[in-house]
């Protein structure tokens, strides 16, 4: 009999590798290249997504156009079932690296390894998450597979990797240690300077909460453990909208009986546990399209045929098998989960938490909730990586969700590059001089901080750097008061809240870098209408009557 | 014409050979190598495009540089140069916020001409440090006229010591105080606190930690000028900025005055430099500081700059 050459299974494994590298290649690409916009296709991934397209359109009614690109992902898996998780997604092969890795230190991966009921969980996430979305909530798309690993491997993993590129070549640097006439550091400094100059964002770039993010992220890898892609087959929201979408796919796997003894082989290998019977009981909304099975099979029982009309009956495939009741319980737990969001005092809108400062273009809060997945693209396109995701500043429905961080680093005058980058224009694309207009915060002394006020001394380090033309932060001089009578003049800094726009450069560069003498708050930003303490000035030559 | 000198001409020709070449060194006029500071202006018609503007700012440099006894005076062969623009700010040319491209070009080929080894060019920038050089023309023009463009990397500073004054110790950048020549050309501009911006004040961009300097400017200024020991300093007033100093960004602050400077007077750069901004030397604390404490004189008159016209 002639064996099957598992050259297949090679051909979906050198897809999934160039897929994957392909996700890494637009991560490094994704940084701020001054005088440029950063292009569409940065976002390629998050535009290829169905699920945030279904659940931006169900929360926020509206369309980010380039993501209906999305709905060749759709056709896809109608056509050929879920080849997207088994030969693209990205976080899919890097789980199913994680297995193999696991196969050569487990050993015991030749068990057979069948449908569990339990697989059906990650559709009842989506049930509530699609409740949750109908709301107004879009909060399980911080759970979708691609947003997941472009958050970690930007927030975590990368900066990880710069701080030991960093380190190391600075002690070599510092040490220039000598092999006979071979200096080391005439190979890592034209390295380092490489990947300073082309490939990382900034100096030290790091990101509050990695923490989190990489306890999550090493727990969904550590359950291969338990059973292999353990995330892809049990919680995984966009495996689950995929294997509703593949149902009943033209490409199916056809068993010959005849040739079948139910050894129940092909079950070892499978990446999905889509069968739910040795060699019988295939649930294509399962079924990763791994081809495992049918190069497994020693006497060439298993193979997938092409059935262009889905409704016949032929080869047979199994439902997805979710219960009336499984489907209402999932509504009500969405209702419920959705409403222990929102009732707390900042989802119903009454409180504005002062350092949640949105990056400029964010919509007002709800739309904002209602389209960002945290995924971290602005994040890693922010110059000044000012840009942070935030842990307890947005709630929980705002976790991960980026908040700009003064202290770390401010919002860059000419930049607009978060805007332009963003899959679902939670921030809207924006030109400089709109960008201009847009006021994200506002400025204010601390006056028992601020070294002019508090010690009498000149100072004004935050004048000199804010950036607008006219100067939202001004000068007036001062007779001050010292010890024992002495008065000096000096320069008073004061901020023009018609001009400024909360950048927070002011905060960035004050010389007090534990707690800074001028803090911007969200006061005024020009996205909430609510949320504007105060009025514009009058131009008058008269005194107000105040 | 075919003539053996007899013993008495050979004798008499070289008497007046050595003379001649001992002229130039006695007296002032025709000594370039004694030259403290030299003035160029450009009085022909006004650039109308960036083309003429660039030529204007080259010419005025070469003559500058020329007037003190050419770069050769300042560069030996094999040197390694770092030239110290003002490449603070994320701002075009146009607005002054930055030292003129061109200006930078030109001393990248004059000191590359001198036989330079090496020439490199680059600043601590307040902005960020890949959007300034781009967006003030300076990496492309000094990559283009054969420099190393270099971004000082924030873990290499080292803590000197620099006993100034107020000033003890201070990170500063290694790889430009080991340069054999560093070349100090700022632009002059305005500046909120210290008044004026100019030659003393551009040595903040070879070190860190430069925030607690604006609590007392002269001194601590004075303490890195010392530090730095300046060699050849050009001003550039081609374009200056008079108000909202030193970021800018209106073009109505920015006045065109086709003018440079170079001496190897700091202090009587910037006195002239305080001049072309319409200030008083003495307004401007630095410059007395600098003074005072025998960095230069104020009084640049005195040393008798040597002025050119252009046109």
Not at chain 2, 154 to 182: A, L, N, T
Not at chain 2, 190 to 208: D, F, P, R, S
């Amino acid at each position: 009999m002639k064996r099957r050459l598992p050259f297949r299974r090679w051909i979906r494994r050198v897809m999934q590798i160039v897929f994957l590298l392909a996700f890494i290649g637009l991560i490094f690409a994704t940084r701020p290249v001054p005088g440029e916009t950063p292009s569409w296709w940065l976002k390629a991934y998050f535009l290829a997504d169905p699920l945030i397209l279904l659940l931006t359109v169900l929360a926020a009614h509206a369309v980010p156009l380039l993501a209906l690109f999305s709905l060749v992902t759709v056709v896809l898996t109608v056509i050929l079932g879920r080849v997207f998780c088994g030969w693209i997604c990205p976080l899919g092969t890097v789980h199913a690296m994680t297995g193999w890795a696991l196969d050569k230190v487990q050993k015991p991966a030749k068990r057979r390894d069948t449908f569990s009921p339990w697989q059906k969980a990650k559709y009842y996430i989506l049930g509530g998450a699609l409740v949750m979305a109908l709301l107004g909530g879009h909060w399980i798309t911080i759970f979708d597979p691609l947003v997941l690993l472009y958050r970690t491997a930007t927030t975590s993993i990368l900066p990880a990797a710069q701080w030991g590129i960093e380190t190391g070549a600075n002690a070599v640097y510092q040490t220039d240690p000598r092999l006979g006439r071979f200096k080391l550091t005439s190979v890592t400094e034209p390295a380092y300077q490489y990947l300073r100059n082309h490939v990382f964002v900034l100096p030290k770039q790091a990101f509050l909460g990695t923490g989190l993010i990489l306890a999550f992220f090493i727990a969904i890898l550590a359950a291969n453990a338990y059973r292999r892609r353990f995330w892809c087959r049990y919680l995984c929201p966009l495996g689950a909208l995929l294997g509703l979408l593949a149902k009943r796919p033209m490409l199916r796997r056809a068993v010959a009986s005849e040739s079948c003894n139910e050894c129940g082989l092909c079950t070892t290998a499978c990446h999905g546990a889509s069968a739910s019977g040795f060699g019988s009981g295939w649930k294509p909304s399962e079924c990763f399209v791994c081809l495992n099975c049918s190069t497994t099979c020693p006497r060439d029982a298993c193979e997938f045929t092409f059935q262009p009309a889905i409704w016949r009956k032929e080869p047979a495939v199994q439902p997805v098998g979710l219960t009336r009741r499984g489907v209402l319980w999932a509504a009500v737990g969405g209702l419920a989960g959705f409403a222990f969001l929102r009732t707390t005092p900042q989802g119903r809108g009454s409180v504005y938490h002062p350092r949640l400062i949105r990056p400029p273009g964010s919509r007002p809060e709800p739309d904002f909730l209602a389209r960002c997945t945290a995924c971290g693209m602005c994040m890693k396109v922010c110059p000044t990586g000012g840009l942070q995701p935030a842990i307890t500043e947005a709630g929980l429905e705002g976790l991960f969700t980026p908040h700009l961080v003064p202290i770390i680093g401010y919002c860059d005058y000419t930049c607009t590059a978060c805007g332009h980058v963003c899959p679902t224009e939670a921030i809207r694309p924006l030109t400089e001089e709109e960008k201009h207009q847009i006021k994200i915060g506002l400025a204010a002394f601390d006056v028992t901080r601020c070294i002019p006020y508090v010690y009498g001394r000149n100072c004004v380090v935050c004048e000199e750097h804010c950036p607008i033309p006219e100067k939202a932060i001004y000068c007036v001089e001062t007779e001050v008061e010292l010890r024992e009578g002495k008065k000096r003049l000096i320069k008073l800094p004061k901020v023009d809240p018609e001009k400024c726009i909360g950048c927070g450069v002011c905060e960035y560069v004050c010389p007090l870098d534990d707690a800074p003498g001028i803090r911007v708050i969200t006061t005024n930003e020009t996205r909430h209408e609510r949320h504007q303490a105060l009025l514009p000035e009058v131009e008058s030559e008269e005194e107000l009557p105040y | 014409m075919h003539a053996k000198s007899t013993r008495r001409e050979f004798l008499w020709h070289s008497a007046v050979a050595t003379g001649g070449l001992l002229l130039p060194a006695q007296s002032s006029w025709a000594a370039p190598s004694e030259t403290k500071m030299a003035i160029t202006k450009w009085a022909g018609p006004a650039p109308q495009s960036p083309a003429e503007f660039a030529k204007i700012a080259t010419q005025l440099t070469e003559q500058a540089v020329a007037a003190l006894g050419g770069m050769s005076r300042f560069v030996k062969r094999g040197d390694v140069v770092w030239i110290k623009p003002n490449i603070g700010w994320d701002r075009t040319p146009e607005l002054g916020a930055n030292t003129n491209p061109d200006v930078v070009a030109t001393l990248v080929r004059l000191c590359l001409d001198a036989g330079a080894k090496v020439v490199k060019v680059g600043d601590n920038p307040c902005d960020l440090a890949q959007k300034a050089y781009a967006s003030s023309g300076i990496a492309d023009a000094a990559r283009k006229a054969g420099a190393q463009v270099i971004f000082l990397d924030r873990d290499r500073f080292r803590e000197m010591d620099i006993k100034g004054e107020r000033v003890k110790s201070i990170p500063v950048y290694p790889e430009i105080v080991e340069s054999d020549v560093v070349i100090n050309v700022p632009i002059a501009k305005h500046h909120v606190l210290a008044t004026a911006t100019l030659c003393m004040k551009n040595y903040m961009g070879v070190i860190e930690n430069r925030r607690v300097f604006h609590q007392d400017i002269p001194t601590c200024l004075a303490d890195i000028t010392r530090f730095m020991r300046p060699t050849l300093c050009l001003l550039d007033c081609t374009r200056v900025m008079l108000a909202h100093g030193p970021k800018g960004g209106n073009i109505q602050d920015v006045a065109v005055r086709l003018t440079l400077a170079a001496g190897t007077d700091i202090v009587a750069l910037d006195a002239f430099g305080a001049e072309m901004l319409g200030r008083k030397p003495t307004d401007i604390g630095s410059i007395v500081k600098g003074h005072q404490v025998g960095l230069g004189t104020m009084d640049y008159r005195s040393l008798q700059p040597k002025e050119i016209t252009l046109s």
